[in-house]
């Protein structure tokens, strides 16, 4: 394998190579120096921040402000620290995720296997719903959510990013299951499975890849989502990233910088641990489904 | 009233009818062979009997049972499909049991059956395997335990050895032969391969365009074909099919067809055969093996007609030779024994054995029975 892989490379000759790779260390270091940036100024004590260099490593190492960012720092009116809208953040993320590419799943399921008339104009208006600019729909969601008795609430979060979720859930399904034989489906209802045992014992099992796709996308976008939770959550369902532009703006005595690149750094964390923990598959099943075998 | 019974039945999308009334009885016991070119309907009949397509119009009867609207898993029937259609998560033995555990059977009975299927397709060792690891014929194997597994009233086939390479498709059609020998169940087979519809079954149904063209066992449509399309589409190579005019002599018809120098010859039919044609344009077909040497004539034929000619081409196949010459402008291909004495461009005696020739009407292509 790795001989016929050397075989289709390009051949260039060591200066060549060498340029490339300095090229790539440069773009590489040039990414990294924000995050140096962040790592290095919430270890050191405050006044070393405002009175130092911005580049240097800390003198004296302290972990005093990602203390103070999890857990006493000023956010808004309350000295809460990060804590409690992080387990909001959670409480969200985690539904909002497993409910949209379950549905994703199921409605990938339904529209290749289970054709009906027009399923393609359905298909088509659900893709649509991926092209819908977040902004539109905020007052009519803030309506709809009033009338459902879901407003300012995590489940009124979570039933908004479920809506938004599922056109690139049912995307990622459908085009998965479409490379699925249906022969398997017609085998398995002559052998007497129902919709749903089909779906649980034939299909899901071997839609690990596109779940992990599946799961990463929603997982990060609704992570990171500012937009909605700022304006659909309220002080107890808030999330993290709308928590985090409140410890920066709290306007109350010096800015703590210290604390502020920790609290930042501790927002970005579980989308970091998603892509390092299931980045791999990422790639692999964004390609799964558009090569045949 | 038969074991398996198809009665009117059609299929029509939308407007499009692509099945037109069929109907065909099938005995218990039976190995009937759906054959016919790609998109003549055969796969859809198939699927019609399983329960995977809708009845448009007509009626579907297992063991005396109406099953329109039945569910597939309630016909008590079996399917293999071309793909095989293995679950890739499951193991072989938990591929062959799924449709009993889904049926409710208790385990116990469920690693019994398991284990009866495995050792009459000796797949035994293979019971842990996961299907991406098997052979083609290994999976061939799995996909037809699944089947027997449910002791069905019916088998259904739908071109079960079209993915497999040209030698193991020869092993797996004796073993599905032997198999049926054995167990005597009813079977549906859908193929598109000639030779496996004739070698497999008791009876043939020819499709071509929705319609069935033929029903017949596997003698009589090779004998007696209904009409030119069965009579070329069943055999290799095909039947020779010739213009050709009647001329009537006292009781005696003759074929007058021209050789390869323009000149005409005739040849005469068995006594009492198409006295009403008399001037009239036909379509004679000879099958190739009628068509040999003297010497190779069969000796029960009883009217065997000779015909001198200029030969055109010679193929030795190992087993016959392939002659080819012309007859009223069209290519003829002869069947004979290998070590025939014949070269290319020589005058030769061939000897056609008449009892096998059939005649068509060249206007409506079906064929003029005696």
Known sequence: MSVASQDTAVRTGGFVRATIYLVLVMFALFYLVPFYVMLSNSLKPLAEVTGGNMMAIPETWTIDAWLAAWSSAQIGVEPTGLKPYFWNSILMVVPAVAISTILGALNGYVLTKWRFRFDNIVFGLLLFSCFIPFQIILIPMARMLGIMGLAGSTPGLVLVHVVYGLGFTTLYFRNYYAAFPTELVRAAQIDGAGFFRIFWRIMLPVSGPIAVVSIIWQFTNIWNDFLFGASFADVDSMPMTVALNNLVNSSTGVKEYNVHFAGAILAAMPTLLVYIVAGRYFVRGLMAGSVKG | ?370
């Open chain 2, 1 to 370: 009233m038969g074991f398996l019974d198809i009665a009117n039945v059609t299929k029509a999308y939308g407007n499009t009818e692509v099945l037109h009334r069929v109907d065909i009885s099938v005995q218990e016991g039976e190995f009937l062979v759906l054959v016919g070119p790609s998109g003549c309907g055969k796969s859809t009949l198939l699927n019609m009997i399983a329960g995977l397509e809708e009845i448009t119009s007509g009626e579907i009867s297992i063991n005396g049972r109406v099953v329109n609207g039945v569910h597939p898993s309630r016909r008590n029937i079996a399917m293999v499909f071309q793909s095989y259609a293995l679950y890739p998560n499951m193991t072989v033995g938990q591929n062959i049991t799924f449709g009993l555990e889904m049926h409710g059977v208790p385990k116990a009975e469920r690693d019994k059956a398991m284990a009866d299927v495995a050792s009459l397709l000796q797949i035994d060792h293979l019971l842990d395997r996961k299907p991406g690891q098997l052979s083609g014929g290994q999976r061939q194997r799995v996909a037809m335990g699944r089947a027997l597994v449910r002791n069905p009233d019916v088998f259904l086939f739908d071109e079960p050895l079209s993915n497999l390479d040209a030698k193991l498709r020869v092993d797996m059609r004796t073993e599905i032969k032997k198999l049926h020998q054995k167990l005597k169940t009813t079977v549906v087979y859908v193929t598109h391969d000639q030779i496996e519809a004739l070698t497999l079954s008791t009876r043939i149904a020819v499709m071509y365009n929705g319609y069935v063209q033929q029903l017949g066992t596997p003698q009589e449509i090779y004998d007696t074909p209904a009409n030119v399309f069965v009579a070329t589409f069943m055999g290799s190579p095909a039947m020779n099919i010739v213009p050709a005019k009647v001329v009537i002599n006292g009781d005696d018809a003759y074929a007058e067809i021209e050789d390869s120098n323009g000149a005409k010859q005739q040849l005469k039919f068995n006594t009492n055969y198409l006295q009403e044609w008399n001037g009239k344009e036909i379509l004679l077909g000879i099958r190739p093996e009628a068509i040999t040497d003297s010497e190779g004539a069969d000796r029960n034929a009883t009217n065997v007609q000779h015909l001198t000619n200029t030969v055109g081409v010679t193929e030795p196949a190992g087993s016959d030779t392939f002659v080819t010459m012309t007859l009223s402008g069209k290519d003829v291909i002869a069947r004979m024994r290998a070590d025939v004495n014949i070269a290319p461009e020589q005058s030769f005696d061939f000897a056609i054995n008449m009892d096998k020739a059939v005649a068509f009407d060249p206007q409506s292509e079906e064929r003029i029975k005696p």
